[in-house]
């Protein structure tokens, strides 16, 4: 079937590249990846059409594994959900693709660069079109090991290396949860294909399962688990930690992870999962109170950094507990829709810096930045329409998605409100620290050097051209989710996901949505405001504030010690453990006891037997008659 080329062709785009880029392809590498990558969103659409007709497109391809009971097959399933997925995946990715040629003009590593660039996307695509658990658990791995190849792309630099090995670890730990949960899922529904699992989920009412001797809901134990998966992969406290340091790979591959792909795995895990979700509330509240909680914790660690990208680096993990406090209190396709929006303002935001950090040659400390305003229009005009998105300015993108959360989460009792009132105050930080972004790096004097000051100029079309696309994204995407207290009918996202994702129940009248919606605008002004005061007014406040609050600042800017706990109470003591045991026992007293033993028990014999050798024909003679002697004895004796 043709859909099936979506994932095919950026796969055969690595293939082609990665066995002949070294040697002939070269530079050259973006004339294959980039057509593979835009044909495969050419399908999409197509595929979206098909889909927006009422067509579901459920293929088995072959059979992958048949052993027993166990028989999963490599198929596709695309739904409203992965029709979704698949326009924003490739959609962004194109324009991703377009601006690295001119972001990584000149690298030694370009052809490898598209490679890793070409298997990221195929990983992703076979995830969200699997049609069984098996699938998007291999496409789960496979971007992980994709992320480690990209954020460590510049190997060379131990900060890039060290980032990528972070990034894979921590992984690891949400996705051994996640096959736990797969392996559980068929356990208990003989089946990995998601239409008979999603079919069945209904048996899993008052179900329950031992769990270190204790009876635990069996809904529960399966959802928990699959979402320690999402919080990894989403990077949702307490496995946030690996995304902020993600900054060290190429300013494309921030975009391209934490807008469009990799981390939205886990949002789309949950929503797809929905039909299992419903069925624990005990697994929806945890997942809207991690969300709701990892939104207002990054906001808060966003607000002091200095780094750009870090920056908008918080502003993701910050974003992405919006999404996850949707899907927990029920709202699913309120999650989705502002994974969709999400991707497009996210997106240009790192694509900007990217090009603010290519003016600067690879400057990223926006203390040594200021006056960019100037020297870069283009990309300060699509900086702050990224900036009016994010913070919820009617009528962009941001508004429409980001309220649509707000107002969910109000409706659904005392712990929708509670979190109601979280979401609201993490946008009121989300819009300082934006603006705070914006004023420090295009407002005021240059403070970098003479010399950086000498070359700053705009960048070129190949890179502000995709800045524009993504700023049209910014603007219009949300209007496809315009709130129906605005225009009737007007949720076409919502109605669109509906037979996947089924509608969010609330209760809530119309002063309510708009006190929320009022609520929503006026803290966004209100964050505004206050970095305009800030960082333009009165330039000395922010040093007075952080004197005046040192312990607070320096929490923040810190990152509440996380990291510093994690090695503490994990990585030191598991070097140790192992500088004991792997070290200390086992490699010296095992392997060199193995290793230098058995030779010198070989050595020790050998030296006793080579002295048979003696080199005196006398003493050989010798041993021959005493040889003699012993057979003619023998004959004689036992004959």
């Keep these: 079937m043709i859909y099936t080329l979506i994932p095919l062709l950026p796969f055969l785009s690595f293939i082609i590249i990665i066995l002949l880029g070294r040697n002939f392809i070269r530079d050259k590498a973006h004339f294959i990846a980039i057509p593979a990558v835009a044909t495969s969103f050419l399908l999409a ?16 391809v072959y059979s992958w594994i048949v052993s027993g009971d166990f028989n999963v097959s490599f198929g596709f399933l695309i739904d409203q959900l992965t029709a979704i997925m698949l326009l924003v995946v490739t959609s962004i990715g194109t324009l991703i693709f377009i601006y690295s040629v001119g972001y990584m003009h000149g690298d030694s590593g370009y052809y490898r660069f598209f490679a890793y660039l070409s298997l990221f996307i195929f990983s992703m695509l076979i995830l969200v079109m699997g049609n069984n658990f098996l699938m998007m658990y291999f496409g789960w791995e496979a ?23 972070k990034a894979f670890i921590v992984n690891r730990f949400g996705d051994f949860g ?24 209904g048996i899993l009412a008052g179900q329950t399962i031992n769990f270190l001797g204790t009876e635990v809901d069996l809904a529960t134990m399966i959802c928990l688990l699959l979402f320690c998966g999402a919080v990894g992969k989403s990077a949702q406290i307490p496995l946030h930690v690996w995304l902020p340091d993600a900054m060290e790979g190429p300013t494309p591959v921030s975009a391209l992870i934490h807008a469009a792909t990799m981390v939205t795995a886990g949002v789309f895990m949950v929503a797809r999962c929905n039909p299992l979700f419903i069925m624990s509330p005990v697994a929806m509240n945890t997942v809207a109170i991690v969300g709701g909680v990892t939104a207002i914790l990054a906001a808060t660690i966003a607000l002091v950094q200095n780094d750009i990208k870090r920056v908008i680096a918080y502003s993701t993990v910050s974003q992405l507990g919006y999404m996850f406090l949707a899907l927990g209190v029920g709202a699913f396709s309120a999650g989705i829709f502002h994974l969709y929006t999400h991707a497009y303002f996210k997106a240009l935001l790192f694509l900007a810096s990217g090009s603010v950090i290519h003016a600067l040659h690879d400057e990223q400390d926006m203390r040594n930045m200021g006056g960019l305003k100037k020297y870069m229009p283009t990309t300060y005009k699509v900086f702050v329409i990224a900036t009016l998105s994010i913070t919820g300015i009617p ?8 309220d649509e959360i707000l107002w969910k989460a109000y409706q659904h009792g005392d712990l929708g409100k509670f979190l109601w009132f979280l979401g609201t105050v993490a946008a009121l930080l989300t819009a300082f620290y934006s603006w705070r972004l914006i004023y420090m790096t295009f407002h005021g004097k240059f403070r970098g050097t003479p010399e950086q000051e000498k070359h700053l100029h705009e960048s070129p079309p190949i890179i502000t051209v995709p800045l524009w696309c993504l700023a049209i994204g910014a603007i219009f995407a949300g209007y496809v989710g315009i709130p129906p207290i605005f225009v009737e009918h007007g949720d076409k996202i919502g109605e669109f996901l509906a037979p996947v994702l089924g509608h969010s129940e609330g209760h809530g009248t119309h002063a309510e949505e708009y006190f929320v919606i009022f609520a929503s605008i006026f803290v966004a002004l209100a964050g505004w405001f206050v970095a305009h005061i800030m960082y333009v007014k009165k330039t000395d406040l922010p040093q007075k504030l952080g004197t005046m609050f040192a312990p607070v600042h320096k929490l923040l800017y810190n990152k509440y010690w996380i990291d510093e706990l994690y090695s503490k109470t994990l990585i030191q003591p598991m070097l140790k453990a192992s500088e004991k045991v792997i070290l200390g026992f086992f490699d010296k007293i095992v392997i060199e006891g193995i290793v230098n033993g058995v030779p010198a028990v070989i050595a020790s014999f050998s030296q006793g037997i080579r002295k048979v050798q003696t080199g005196l024909l006398s003493n050989y003679g010798l041993v021959m008659a005493l040889g003699a002697l012993c057979f003619v004895g023998y004959l004689i004796f036992m004959g």
């Design 45 to 60: 659409i197509s595929a979206f059409m098909e889909v927006s007709n009422g067509k579901v497109i459920n293929i088995d």
């Design 395 to 402: 009528f962009l993108s941001g508004f429409f998605s980001k």
């Design 178 to 201: 996640f096959g736990l949960g797969v392996i559980l899922i068929f356990l208990t529904f003989g089946s990995l294909e998601f239409t008979q699992v999603f079919g069945q989920a």
């Design 143 to 165: 971007v992980g090991l994709c992320s480690y190849f990209l954020i460590g792309f510049w190997f060379h630099k131990k900060s890039a290396g060290d980032a990528g090995k």
